[in-house]
């Protein structure tokens, strides 16, 4: 059974940082594109980065490149998301997502159709 579990949000004044955890367990996470995708209240869910198991590859999305670092540590099954100069408009819940390498899974559209298990994600706010 798939299973992602993140953590490490919560309340963060802007231009601080955060580092989101996702645990992952019931497959081998090395052969899985990983993604993380946010929601703002009101607003459609949008990719913001991904890793591909089979070489690492990362893609951003534009809102985020220079700010954001993803990362995957196979051994212990879980995925990173380094949030660095936080902004209010990075306010969202995060949620992370797999998907098999065998598929489309992790490209430069982060496209949340491209992945299919999901977290039930963490609450990120950005204020002062």
């Known amino acids: 059974q798939v299973q992602l579990v993140e953590s490490g949000g919560g309340l963060v004044q802007p231009g601080g940082s955060l580092r989101l955890s996702c645990a992952t367990s019931g497959f081998t996470m090395a052969r899985y594109d990983m993604g993380w995708f946010r929601q703002a209240p009101g607003k459609e869910r949008e990719g913001v980065s991904c890793?591909?198991?089979?070489?690492?590859?990362?893609h951003y999305a534009d809102s985020v490149k220079g700010r954001f670092t993803i990362s995957r540590d196979n051994a212990k099954n879980t995925v990173y998301l380094e949030m660095n100069l936080l902004k209010p408009e990075d306010t969202a819940v995060y949620f992370c997502a797999a998907v098999s390498s065998s598929l489309r899974g992790c490209s430069p559209h982060i496209a949340t159709n491209d992945f299919g298990s999901w977290g039930r994600g963490t609450q990120v706010t950005v204020s002062s």
């Open positions: 890793t591909k198991g089979i070489n690492g590859n990362t």
